[in-house]
């Protein structure tokens, strides 16, 4: 499907939800909704729009606030799910119901950026170490790592 | 009867790189499968926000030594994007000709060690042998066996003069002769289909559920490849080539199209290598990268590889993602798993060929109570050989 294509479908399924709604470069397409309305979104993209992939979901810290990405694709298209969550409580639903590919991609966000996915079945790590300290969250903005000194300098 | 846990690793349950397992089983059957990933996390991304562009193309080469042209390729061409630079017509067909390359050595190296998992290391042997031919192809390019350093920012590094095409022709050709016969193997041998039919099947509608990826995905008749999907490099409009699927959805089938992608990686290589455009490699990229983000995407010979970018103006990215095939192919292998037999986990997990690397030990648990019994991998791999041999099936 084309932008234009894709575009009118989301308009039509989304009416009032969308913030943003873009196409920056060829065969890319980047969604901006609220984070109460990505169970929703997700559904509509999947049985609507066609975008039976997710590639990945992508955790980010953009300084005030802690986003997710979700990858989706479809044959020549590639969409980008933007929520934006409060760093204070940083939560989002779970997407696995939609897409039961997500389950590793959330859990390691979870590990690295510090999202909570409510309702997702194993929040345990998935990457990081069992003995990592509690609310330590390595690619956010304020961690910051420090090579200890060696034996030898 | 009850069911036991079975601890596989984290030290090499298949391939490389370690990665641990618990499957639990009820006599010989495989009933739930758990997984726990990261003894290789080497914090890469936050590495790539601390360095500047150039310097992450190199240390994102090095994600995986398989498939480090791959990752140098997704990142090259999303930075690229950002710069809004178009490198030659000639560089992207070298960056199309190291890819296929990689994919061929890269499944070369798999059949080998499929058969290997199977017990049958003649394939191994021959396989391994023919792989040296695209080794010495790529080190002849590139300098290197392993990662090659070929691509840069608007283009590519090395150009190809007219007597390193001629030997890469001839190296092509002499593989696109021996290729028949892995394939009539793989897909005819009767002991060897006898152990692969069948087993770790995954349905088409279970592949497109679980956002599986590659051949993975190709073998369940789904026919995802990126190179197609969101066409890069030369591919789409100016290099031709076909997708293979296989219906079949087992592991027979990913060696099938594994060895039917050879035969397509081949047919590239050698429309690349004719029909070559005159002209410069590379073109002049900037330092600085201008504020933007951008999904990029490769066809890896594991699957869809994706980097996530976002720059902030400065020479050093504000984020990058790295999401490598094996990932994706997680949730479908785990599925896979389930129902089958303890003697099949080594050529199940292998058949997704897993990015994990090699150390050779992993412990069984046979008994919760204590009585323990710790076998490495070589010894669950001769359990499975000799499970089979008890059947009849002697490789």
């Given at each position: 499907m084309t932008f234009e294509e894709i575009k009118k479908i989301l308009e039509d399924n989304l009416k009032g939800k969308i913030k943003e709604l873009i196409n920056p470069f060829p065969r890319r397409m980047t969604l901006w909704v609220d984070k109460a309305d990505a169970l929703e979104t997700c559904k509509v993209l999947k049985e609507k729009a066609g975008f039976y992939h997710l590639s990945t979901i992508t955790g980010r810290d953009t300084g005030d606030k802690l986003e997710a990405l979700y990858h989706f694709a479809q044959n020549g298209m590639s969409l980008t799910l933007r929520?934006?969550?409060?760093?204070?409580?940083?939560?989002?639903?779970?997407?696995?119901?939609?897409?039961?590919?997500?389950?590793?991609?959330e859990r390691e966000v979870h590990d690295l950026v510090g999202i909570n996915f409510e309702g997702h079945p194993d929040m345990r790590p998935l990457v990081l170490p069992e003995d990592w300290p509690q609310g330590v969250y390595p690619l956010r903005k304020d961690w910051h790592y420090n090579r200890e000194k060696g034996a030898i300098e | 009867m009850s069911t036991f846990i079975l601890p596989v690793g984290p030290q090499h349950p298949a391939l490389k790189e370690p990665t641990s397992f618990r499957f639990?089983?009820?006599?010989?059957?495989v009933v739930d499968a758990d997984?726990?990933?990261?003894?290789?996390?080497?914090?890469?991304?936050?590495?790539?926000?601390?360095?500047?562009?150039?310097?992450?193309?190199?240390?994102?080469?090095?994600?995986c030594g398989i498939c480090s042209n791959v990752h140098m390729t997704?990142?090259?061409q999303g930075v690229?994007?950002?710069?809004?630079?178009e490198p030659p017509k000639r560089g992207l067909f070298i960056r199309c000709l190291m890819g296929e390359l990689e994919r061929v050595h890269s499944h070369l190296l798999w059949l080998g060690v499929a058969g290997h998992e199977v017990g049958f290391d003649t394939f191994f042997m021959y396989t391994w042998r023919d792989r040296e031919i695209v080794e010495d192809i790529l080190e002849m390019i590139s300098g290197n066996r392993v990662n090659y350093g070929m691509q840069t920012f608007g283009g590519v590094r090395r150009d190809l003069d007219e007597m390193q095409i001629k030997k890469a022709l001839d190296g092509i050709a002499a593989l696109k002769a021996r290729t028949p016969y892995y394939l009539n193997i793989g897909a005819s041998e009767p002991t060897l289909v006898a152990r692969i039919a069948g087993v770790g099947v995954l349905p088409k509608a279970k592949a497109l559920e679980l956002n599986a990826a590659g051949p993975t995905t190709r073998a369940s008749g789904v026919d995802f490849d990126v190179r197609k999907d969101d066409p890069y490099a030369g591919f789409g409009e100016h290099i031709p080539f076909n997708i293979v699927t296989d219906e079949g959805?087992?592991?027979?089938?990913?060696?099938v199209v594994r060895a039917k992608e050879l035969m397509e990686s081949y047919n590239i290589c050698e429309y690349i290598l004719k029909n070559l455009p005159a002209g410069d490699i590379r073109v002049k990229a900037p330092r600085k990268v201008p504020e933007g983000e951008v999904v990029?995407?490769?066809?890896?010979?594991?699957?869809?590889c994706i980097h996530y970018i976002r720059s902030n103006g400065t020479d050093k990215p504000d984020r990058v993602k790295v999401r490598a095939p094996t990932l994706a192919n997680w949730p479908a292998t785990l599925y896979m798993l389930r129902g089958g037999y303890v003697a099949d986990i080594p050529i199940v997990m292998a058949a997704i060929d897993p990015c994990l690397s090699c150390t050779d030990r992993m412990a069984i648990i046979t008994d919760p109570k204590g009585n323990e019994k710790v076998w490495n991998w070589e010894t669950l791999r001769q359990y499975g050989i000799d499970f089979y041999r008890k059947r009849g099936i002697k490789l």
């Open positions: 929520l934006q969550t409060d760093k204070s409580n940083p939560t989002l639903s779970t997407t696995i119901a939609v897409y039961p590919g997500a389950i590793f991609y | 639990m089983v009820d006599g010989e059957t997984l726990r990933l990261g003894y290789n996390h080497r914090g890469i991304e936050k590495g790539c926000e601390e360095r500047t562009y150039i310097q992450d193309l190199y240390l994102l080469e090095r994600v997704v990142f090259a690229e994007k950002l710069m809004g630079i959805g087992d592991v027979l089938a990913r060696v990029s995407r490769a066809e890896a010979q594991r699957g869809e």
